[in-house]
Antibody, heavy 119, light 109 residues
Framework: EVQLVESGGDLVQPGGSLRLSCAASGFTFSSYWMHWVRQAPGKGLVWVSRIDNDGTTTDYADFVTGRFTISRDNAKNTLFLQMNSLTVDDTALYYC????????????WGQGTLVTVSS | QSALTQPVSVSGSPGQSITISCTGTSSDVGAYNLVSWYQHHPGEVPKLIIYEVNKRPSGVSNRFSGSKSGNTASLTISGLQAVDEADYYCCSYAGPITVFGTGTKVTVL
């Protein structure tokens, strides 16, 4: 069974940093592109970032470029999102999700981890 | 990187058909046949219901169908049921990024 389990969400002050993790199991992690998608309270889904299957290609939404860094450890079947210079607008439930290739559909999602940015 | 435009809400009676539009640009919806749709019940994980414009994953009801014309994609739910009440999001590849729609709340009257 495919499983994606996020962790690392927490309450953090504006300007702070946080590192999210997504542990994958039940599939060949190194064969899939991985993404982070977020949903602010009462708002819609927003794509944040993606990384290709071997970690050599990354892309970001404009609103996180320069602040967030996506990475992966295929030996440990884990995806990461390093989040710096957090603002209140980054408050959201962060999901990790997989796709077979660039641009394809999100066929599995984690349950999400909550990031709250507040003073 | 603007979100794709969806109606805020759509409603229908049980058994009726409804259609949700998803309007993008020539850089996303109009450029690729890589439009997908997700059903999201509050508190649950988003569920893929349509991919590559009009394909249904295994196990998804054939009451869900997708189409595209130009820069606008559409999701049709036929034979509306109470379980279909949820939020629906379109999504498109916009090389190299991905963009979601603004989301539509479907209400079954």
């Amino acid at each position: 069974e495919v499983q994606l389990v996020e962790s690392g969400g927490d309450l953090v002050q504006p300007g702070g940093s946080l590192r999210l993790s997504c542990a994958a199991s039940g599939f060949t992690f190194s064969s899939y592109w991985m993404h982070w998608v977020r949903q602010a309270p009462g708002k819609g889904l927003v794509w944040v970032s993606r990384i290709d299957n071997d970690g050599t290609t990354t892309d970001y939404a404009d609103f996180v470029t320069g602040r967030f860094t996506i990475s992966r450890d295929n030996a440990k079947n884990t995806l990461f999102l390093q989040m710096n210079s957090l603002t209140v607008d980054d408050t959201a439930l962060y999901y990790c999700a997989r796709t077979h290739y660039s641009g394809s559909q999100f066929d599995s999602w984690g349950q999400g981890t909550l990031v709250t940015v507040s003073s | 990187q603007s979100a794709l435009t969806q109606p805020v809400s759509v409603s229908g009676s049980p058994g009726q058909s409804i259609t949700i539009s998803c309007t993008g640009t020539s850089s996303d919806v109009g450029a690729y046949n890589l439009v997908s749709w997700y059903q999201h019940h509050p508190g649950e994980v988003p569920k893929l219901i349509i991919y590559e414009v009009n394909k249904r994953p295994s196990g998804v009801s054939n009451r869900f169908s997708g189409s595209k014309s130009g820069n606008t994609a559409s999701l049709t739910i036929s034979g509306l049921q109470a379980v279909d009440e949820a939020d629906y999001y379109c999504c498109s590849y916009a090389g190299p990024i991905t963009v979601f729609g603004t989301g539509t709340k479907v209400t079954v009257l």
